[in-house]
């Protein structure tokens, strides 16, 4: 199955072709032809995953799932949340964001955070939703290499290492963006 992932985020291209296995064959925005920035102007996840998935099925006519991701910290009454790729503000940079985060989370003892992913998918027009949960804590100073956006101060339930720790297959099991692909692979096949 051929299908679009509208997003030009490598990396998160890589973490989904890694949970999907074969059978599948993921394409990017670039591949499509769309090389301009999607609207997400929405003020809930749900609503920028599908107004990202319509766009792309509008303009260009492909099947095609769309995410977004928010962390959620409870000690910032759910902030950064739908605005967590924009945090720090404009251009958007993974780096100053975490900087705001580990600021605004300086002397607060209440560590508790989630990640949320809502996945997106019109397949011959219809549309679907999946959603995947991660809870865990917010550490305080980054740790770990891989993974992107917040992963260095993220540890999950249960874990001692951070999101950026552990391999992309540890993660893809216990992630957020792992548990809703996990649902949209359930149902695509």
């Given at each position: 199955?051929?299908?679009?992932f ?70 910032l ?46 397949q ?16 305080k100073e ?40 996990q ?7």
């Open positions: 199955m051929k299908i679009c509208a997003t030009n985020n490598k990396k998160k291209i890589e973490e989904v072709m890694a949970a999907l296995g074969h059978g599948f064959t993921i394409v990017s925005l670039e591949e499509i032809g769309c090389h301009e920035e999607l609207p997400e102007t929405g003020d809930t996840l749900d609503h920028n995953a599908f107004q990202k998935a319509r766009y792309v099925f509008d303009h260009y006519g492909v099947d095609c799932f769309a995410d977004d991701t928010g962390l959620e910290v409870e000690a009454d759910g902030a950064p949340g739908v605005y967590s790729g924009r945090y720090a503000g404009e251009p958007r940079s993974d780096e100053r964001n975490l900087e705001k985060l580990l600021r605004e989370m300086h002397g607060i003892t209440n560590r508790k955070a989630r990640f949320r992913t809502v996945i997106a998918l019109i011959g027009g219809k549309e679907y939703a999946f959603e995947g949960v991660a809870d865990g804590e917010i550490i980054k740790t770990g290499s891989g993974g992107f956006g917040y992963d260095p101060v993220f540890k999950p339930t249960g874990y001692d290492k951070t999101f950026a720790e552990l391999s992309m297959e540890e993660k893809n099991q216990i992630s957020h963006r792992g548990k809703a692909v649902a949209l692979i359930k149902f695509l096949k």
